[in-house]
T-cell receptor, first 114, second 115 residues
Framework: DGGITQSPKYLFRKEGQNVTLSCEQNLNHDAMYWYRQDPGQGLRLIYYSQIVNDFQKGDIAEGYSVSREKKESFPLTVTSAQKNPTAFYLC?????????????FGEGSRLTVL | GENVEQHPSTLSVQEGDSAVIKCTYSDSASNYFPWYKQELGKRPQLIIDIRSNVGEKKDQRIAVTLNKTAKHFSLHITETQPEDSAVYFCAANPRMVTNAGKSTFGDGTTLTVKP
């Protein structure tokens, strides 16, 4: 069953701790994205990667880091430098060109800082 | 960069009525406008999209219209049903295919359909 798998679904963190959110896809998509979603706001782009071993900052990259060692995997680390990390995080991917721009999303990970 | 504004932020309708959600965008180079539906706690899913060479597109009870001159596009849902209750996001996508995934999203509209 093809798709994007995010884990964990729920995560609690103490202040000062780094946490890593997993995103795995078996769609053979090259480009992958991380978005942050806050109540009453749209999705904001954190980081994206168009190919393996390459990634670019999005609009709100401060306090986050990523890696793209494999095509299938694009983990996001929320570092202690992120001042307000409590949010819903969505991973997405997009098919190879030519594509319409439609994003395929995972189920999301909800991070709560205690 | 692109800026997308979406209105209203909340919308409540009676079952069977129509619902209209409007978005404006700022970058005239944007050429792809998707609409995503997100049910509570779930992933956003594409429900309909339109390209800038088309003025209107329909899919059963859902339609999207685009006014490229005025830089606005709208989602129309007819004969609403309780299962239409969700958050709806509009987005605008840049012309460059290398940036195809860098959609700019509106803030979302929470639609409630009352039985």
């Amino acid at each position: 069953d093809g798709g994007i798998t995010q884990s964990p679904k729920y995560l609690f963190r103490k202040e000062g701790q780094n946490v890593t959110l997993s995103c795995e896809q078996n769609l053979n998509h090259d480009a992958m994205y991380w978005y942050r979603q806050d109540p009453g706001q749209g999705l904001r782009l954190i980081y994206y990667s168009q190919i393996v071993n390459d990634f670019q900052k999005g609009d709100i990259a401060e306090g986050y880091s990523v890696s793209r060692e494999k095509k299938e995997s694009f983990p996001l680390t929320v570092t202690s430098a992120q001042k307000n990390p409590t949010a819903f995080y969505l991973c997405a991917s997009i098919p190879p060109s030519p594509n319409t721009g439609e994003l395929f999303f995972g189920e999301g990970s909800r991070l709560t800082v205690l | 960069g692109e800026n997308v504004e979406q209105h209203p932020s909340t919308l409540s309708v009676q079952e069977g009525d129509s619902a209209v959600i409007k978005c404006t965008y700022s970058d005239s180079a944007s050429n792809y406008f998707p609409w995503y539906k997100q049910e509570l706690g779930k992933r956003p899913q594409l429900i309909i999209d339109i390209r800038s060479n088309v003025g209107e597109k329909k899919d059963q009870r859902i339609a999207v219209t685009l006014n490229k001159t005025a830089k606005h596009f709208s989602l129309h849902i007819t004969e609403t049903q309780p299962e239409d209750s969700a958050v709806y996001f509009c987005a605008a996508n840049p012309r460059m295919v290398t940036n195809a995934g860098k959609s700019t999203f509106g803030d979302g509209t929470t639609l409630t359909v009352k039985p």
